[in-house]
């Protein structure tokens, strides 16, 4: 259960105060293990905070998330001891990610030292900590010219990583590590998939000059925006023109080449972008496969702005109790992983992960893929994919998959690398393609 506490009445949802009380909630239940989009949900759901506010809380709890290493190292430098209760630890964390990059963050020093220890006021489980909050801060920024050097000696500080994901990037990417987790610590952007039935990418790109909105083409349906923004500002999302998909994700329905007529099944579908592709190409007998009842509500949700259908079941893919015993022409398994190739879109997972998770996963993912080849129809092909970048989870998995199944490996990307470049903007995810032998 995450905790969320109400801030004091009167507290303005447009001071930097506000949005730090709150942000610090946020990073609070990410350090109790929950996941941060469910804890800014909750926030969310539970405060009175407007739109604007909201945007500014998520801001700076994700901006928190990337600086954590580093702010935990100053910390240790700047405290006696650990900041408790857990929320204390979040206002400080979060305010330093600003001080520490204080011309990216847009906020003069002395502004996000008043408003954090305004933060503290406001805040019922942190009011007696202002004196705290206030020594701490101004000591760092009388010292920062020290402190930086010292805190950064560590890896978790340097990367802002922990040292067994660094370790563990070095050993899988001997070449590559440093540009993967330099990669990670960029914030996403904001990369469209133009739906086909309605618009061509030419013509999508028209749309957003006329409005003004700068944009370049960056895949086959893929249109990166300039600058983020909300969604219900971007011509067309409403009237389903446009999904918001990562240039890397939008790879896997095409790679299944669907046609008019075929029998498909997206397991683990949720939230539902890439089964909203799969229609897009064909008209399908298409089936949207989730455990999680709340969770195909948002597939269903996403069809219904796309003016697309498919049948969506609630099930175990480990198992076959949802399964009518009709095989399937292609399936797309897109299996549970670490989510180590989307940490520039979940900052949080680096902090939220364990070593031990990789395994676990692992022998849950193959469960699911014996399963699923079992409905597949002869020549019919299963797309794998994951969003991980630990070979456990996606070559070995795949080698070993198609071993045990006498599968026919089919060429796919295999390991893409998270990149953030203007040529090439995409998150690292890994895609195997199997062919099953005809009857």
Known sequence: MIQISLLSPGAKADSLAYQLAYAAQAVAAVGAGHALPQALAQIFARS????????????????????LGLSDSLLGLLANKPPQPEVLHGLLVTALALLVNEEEAGYDSFTVVDQAVQAAAISQDMSFAKGVVNAILRRFLRERATLMPQAGKTPPATWNYPTWWIDRLKAAYPEQWQAIL??????????????????????????????????????????????????????????????????????????????????????????????????????????????????LQRIAENLDRLQLKARLLTGDARDDS????????????????????????????????????????????????????????????????????????????????????????LPAPGQLLPTARADADHDGLFYALFQKPGA
């Open 322 to 409: 949802w399964w009518d015993g009709q095989g399937y022409d292609r399936i797309l398994a897109d299996v549970p992983c670490t989510a180590s190739g989307i940490v520039r879109r979940h900052p949080d997972i680096r902090w939220l992960r364990r070593k031990t998770d990789t395994v676990q996963l692992a022998t849950l993912s193959a469960q699911i893929l014996d399963k699923l080849w079992q409905m597949l129809r002869p020549d019919g092909k299963l797309l794998l994919v994951t969003c991980s970048l630990w070979p456990q989870e996606s070559e070995q998995q795949a080698i070993a998959f198609a071993q045990k199944n006498h599968a026919i490996r």
């Open 182 to 295: 330099h990669a990670g610590n960029q914030p996403p952007p904001l990369t469209l998939r133009v739906n086909r039935r309605r618009a061509s990418v030419e013509q999508y790109l028209a749309t957003l000059q006329q409005a003004g909105i700068g944009a370049r083409a960056i895949g086959p349906c893929a249109v990166r925006l300039d600058k983020p923004m909300p969604v219900q500002q971007i011509p067309g999302f409403a009237e389903g023109v446009v999904s918001v998909q990562d240039a890397a994700a939008q790879l896997a329905a095409p790679l299944l080449d669907v046609a008019d007529g075929m029998r498909v099944l997206d397991a683990c579908a949720a939230p539902g972008g890439k089964t909203g592709h799969l229609l897009e190409l064909a008209d399908l007998d298409l089936q949207a496969l989730d455990h999680d009842p709340r969770r």
């Open 48 to 67: 009175d905070a407007p739109p604007p506010a909201r945007g500014a809380i998520q801001d700076l709890s994700y901006r928190a998330m990337r600086q």
